[in-house]
T-cell receptor, first 114, second 114 residues
Framework: GQSLEQPSEVTAVEGAIVQINCTYQ??????LSWYQQHDGGAPTFLSY????GLEETGRFSSFLSRSDSYGYLLLQELQMKDSASYFC???????????????FGTGTQLKVEL | GAGVSQSPRYKVTKRGQDVALRCDPI?????LYWYRQALGQGPEFLTY????????KSGLPNDRFSAERPEGSISTLTIQRTEQRDSAMYRC????????????FGPGTRLTVT
């Protein structure tokens, strides 16, 4: 089966940099995704890594090491609106292949303080 | 354009009743997914479709749960003989093609079984 581990809560101040780690165990690995979810809202896609290395999208970057089964989300220049839950999700082959199945972690609640 | 829509947004039902939850994906999206999300947890995969074909239903908890997408667009998740443990947020997501790594989530249906 699949399992993912990420910290349950992280607190940081506005303007700082924060890193949210994710380790995973899975078979048929295709890639690692990150989603953001504000209280009462729907998960929204942030980033995806299929290959080792860093992907940068504005203030957010995501990193993957397939050999270590490890990834992280890096948030820079934190803003109050970044307070939300962040989920890593493994994309794997599922029953029929094709990489359509997402297995989510339990989420990291980020609190940004003044 | 319009995003993923779900109805009803809230459903309260008595134990033992059947419920049908509807998902209307983004127009033209090939793949459709159903998830269940408990409070404070990540979305839990239930099933997914490519066009009208149900590709993977390994996440459905038991045979009281079923889903269909007869014309490759709107999907219905049906729970028969509901139990209190079925209470959760049920989320639908869609993606433009098979294997696409970005999924677009709907607002969810909050199901409460009394």
């Amino acid at each position: 089966g699949q399992s993912l581990e990420q910290p349950s809560e992280v607190t940081a101040v506005e303007g700082a940099i924060v890193q949210i780690n994710c380790t995973y165990q899975t078979s048929g690995f295709y890639g690692l995704s990150w989603y953001q979810q504000h209280d009462g809202g729907a998960p929204t896609f942030l980033s995806y890594n299929a290959l080792d290395g860093l992907e940068e999208t504005g203030r957010f970057s995501s990193f993957l090491s397939r050999s270590d089964s490890y990834g992280y989300l890096l948030l820079q220049e934190l803003q109050m609106k970044d307070s939300a839950s962040y989920f890593c999700a493994v994309r794997d082959a599922g029953l029929t292949g094709g990489g359509n199945k997402l297995t989510f972690g339990t989420g990291t609640q980020l609190k940004v303080e003044l | 354009g319009a995003g993923v829509s779900q109805s009803p947004r809230y459903k309260v039902t008595k134990r033992g009743q059947d419920v049908a939850l509807r998902c209307d994906p983004i127009s033209g999206h090939v793949s459709l997914y159903w998830y269940r999300q408990a409070l404070g947890q990540g979305p839990e995969f239930l099933t997914y479709f490519n066009y009208e074909a149900q590709q993977d239903k390994s996440g459905l908890p038991n045979d009281r749960f079923s889903a269909e997408r007869p014309e490759g667009s709107i999907s219905t998740l049906t729970i028969q003989r509901t139990e209190q443990r079925d209470s959760a947020m049920y989320r639908c997501a869609s993606s433009p093609q098979q294997g696409a790594y970005e999924q677009y989530f709907g607002p969810g249906t909050r199901l409460t079984v009394t």
